[in-house]
Each structure stands twice: as structure tokens, then as C-alpha cells.
């Protein structure tokens, strides 16, 4: 049964930063790629970032690139977002999220329960 668990929201002021984590448990870590997607009340789950299995390929989207950046520690199982000069618009619930393939970054099939950040004028 894969589990992931995030960590790390909160409440900050525009232009401060948070550190999201994502714990992963029942299933080698290092085989998968990881996530991260956020949501706000009345739209649709939005990607923000993805990290290849190794770590070696990162992807972002546009309203995220240069202030946020992904990264992960397979030894630890974990997956982290910094997310610094943050904006209004980036509150949101954000959950990490992992395929069921191997060697994919795509087919988003396991989900985090969500942690929620808030970001104040």
C-alpha cells in the first residue's frame, strides 16, 4: 500500500518562503517518479512540479518556475518543495502525488492527504 504524507504548510507573509515535504512509504522510493499539485476552492487540481525517479529531471510550471524548486532524498524516501518569494496566488492545499509505473512522470495514480498554504499580503 503506497502512502504519502506531506508536511510543512502554514501560514506566511508575501515574499516569505515554506519548505513542503512529502514522506512515501510501501514501495522502493528510487523507482518512481514524485509530484507536487495544488488545488484552490472551485478549480481543478493544478500541477506545480515533478522530479524524476533519480532526481536528474525536474519539470515546473510557468507561474512556479525560478521561485520554486523540487527536489528529493531517496535515502530518506522523501520529496520536498522550497517554495521562496511566495505570492497571494500561490495559497492553496498542496499534495504530493506518484505514479503506479516505474519510469514514468506521468499517471499521477497515489495521492498525499494535502497540506494547506496560505500566503497573506
Known amino acids: 500500500q503506497v502512502q504519502l504524507v506531506e508536511f510543512g504548510g502554514g501560514l506566511v507573509q508575501a515574499g516569505g518562503s515554506l519548505r513542503l515535504s512529502c514522506a512515501a512509504s510501501g514501495r522502493t522510493f528510487s523507482n518512481y517518479a514524485m509530484g507536487w499539485f495544488r488545488q484552490t476552492p472551485g478549480k481543478g487540481r493544478e500541477f506545480v512540479a515533478a522530479i524524476s525517479w533519480t532526481g536528474g529531471s525536474t519539470v515546473y510550471a510557468d507561474s512556479v518556475k525560478g521561485r520554486f524548486t523540487i527536489s528529493r532524498d531517496n535515502a530518506k524516501a522523501t520529496v520536498y518543495l522550497q517554495m521562496n518569494s511566495l505570492k497571494p496566488e500561490d495559497t492553496a492545499v498542496y499534495y504530493c502525488?506518484?505514479?503506479?509505473?516505474?519510469?514514468?512522470?506521468?499517471?499521477?495514480?497515489?495521492w498525499g492527504q494535502g497540506t494547506q498554504v496560505t500566503v497573506s499580503l
Open positions: 502525488a506518484s505514479p503506479t509505473s516505474q519510469a514514468t512522470m506521468g499517471a499521477w495514480d497515489h
